[in-house]
């Protein structure tokens, strides 16, 4: 693994800096966008460091990961406290850190590289509960999903009103909380799809629980918030419940072929496409397409059935678990998650392993926290490190097994873990040797394991915001106007980042849209126009914006 990464990003990071230069690669052309550019550059740095992006943690010890660092990087990593790397994760610096310039080089790149998160100030938890959200809107919603579904609600609203369209199909529903607030919160016409039959009887369930709350209050003559609400909703609510559609979407048709039956199958007939008649709707009519956390390939598919459907007016969706998604080689007609776009389908080194999309998973800010408040958390990577150690060593046929010794492992003693751990990979902890002497100088290493975690944790931004560009790259590229925007706090809602793509400009949409902020909270009154950089991530008729 190379200590110093080459490219034109990281040698302006380098410029100056006492130590050899790297060659720099051929200029770009000039006809290339900025986010071709930034996709390239970033594909470089992964390819530089893929060793470390692509590592398990768990294989730290049977492994030896610690020896593939550069050998500059070793001893100031070793010596470092979880405040100082804290530091070196957030770019505010850390009490007496004397970092080599390379790995401050490459923390600076991996850094400037990702889009923007927002500012992760405020809580580092959501209200309990949101006072923007009816009462009766909060019921069976986590304070999160309350958070997430009232900032994504009215961003919808905002594409509803700037495209006139009224209708919206909410795709991964689940319980149809998001549903629910866009039919009964915010007057809109909606369908919810989702692909277990379960998930959607229960949604139906708490929409028919909801309207007979809303038949009581009107029968007291008006809509009475709980005596415990202080900050009463500035609008009612409609009694217009969502329509659910128990169906799970085709990826390789979007198109008139957008569902197929449920898994498992339901009871009654199948359901009407909300997005398979004539033009892409049911009956011709424009829809908005959303979807909120789309796993895997959901976003991908959904991003097609918007660009081949004129009927579907705008999208805006957010992404998650990117490990999921399918990579090339597929089948005929099949096209892959990643890389959807032909840009970045065409750059060399494109490709990103399971390991790499399984780290843009991860909850940066939380992990950051962890390490400014010294958690006990940090010595459940040692832990289930060792543990793969004595698992390898006893049966090197089992590796990588998808152990869960519990939610509060890290609370344990290590043979208390060892002892819940073992059984689950078929061993008895009493043919292990848990208070060896290689055991005891393995846990003495837990510093270097969080050390580790730390850089995997400085590229993982990087990782998703490649596949993010790819998907604005795939909408630019036929001509759509999009946008990448840091929607939810990321210090509780790590997958903040929402793509909005539309048919027309949305310049009127993203115009103040920190104004929507959730609760007063100032960690979200995020000034779009200065947090995305004016070239990138936004509509081509966005302020600030110079065609290419």
Sequence with gaps: MPGVPAGPVTSRVLEGAAMAAAPRPAPHPRQ???????AADIIRLLTLYRPLLDAFVIDFFTEDLWAQLPPAWQPALASASPAQLAGLLGGHGGPGAAWPLSLLAFAAAARALAFPRGCPGGSPRPPCQS?????????HVKPKKQHEIQRLGKLLQRLSQATSCERVVDVGAGQGHLSRFLAFGLGLSVTAVESDGRLAGLAERFDQELLRELGKMRGLGHQRPPRRCRNPPPHPLTPRAPRHVAGRLDPAAPGREFLLPPDPPG???????????????????RVLLTGLHTCGDLGPALLCHFARSPAVAAVALAGCCYMKLSTAPQPPGCPPGYPLSASVAALPGHQLSYRAREAACHALEEYEGRLRGGSAHLRAHCYRAVLESLIRAADPG???????????????????YAHLGLPLAGLDPAGVPLDSGAVGAMLEQQHKVVAFCTLGQLLAPAVETLILLDRLLYLREQGFHCALVPLFNPRFSPRNLVLVAARTPLA?????????????????????????SPREGQSPHSPGHRPQ
Excluded: I, M, W, Y
């Design 131 to 139: 006072s923007h959200l009816h009462p009766l809107l909060r019921r």
């Design 398 to 416: 089992k590796r990588h097994l998808g152990l869960q010794p519990g939610r509060k492992a890290h609370a344990l003693g290590f043979p208390q």
């Design 32 to 38: 290339q966008r900025p986010e071709q550019r930034r």
């Design 267 to 285: 009871p009654g007939s199948a359901a009407r496409n909300p997005l398979g008649g004539p033009g892409g709707s049911e009956d011709g009519g």
């Design 508 to 532: 009127a949409v993203l115009a103040r849209l920190d104004t929507d902020s959730e609760d007063g909270d100032s960690s979200e009154d995020v000034d779009l126009q200065e947090a995305e």
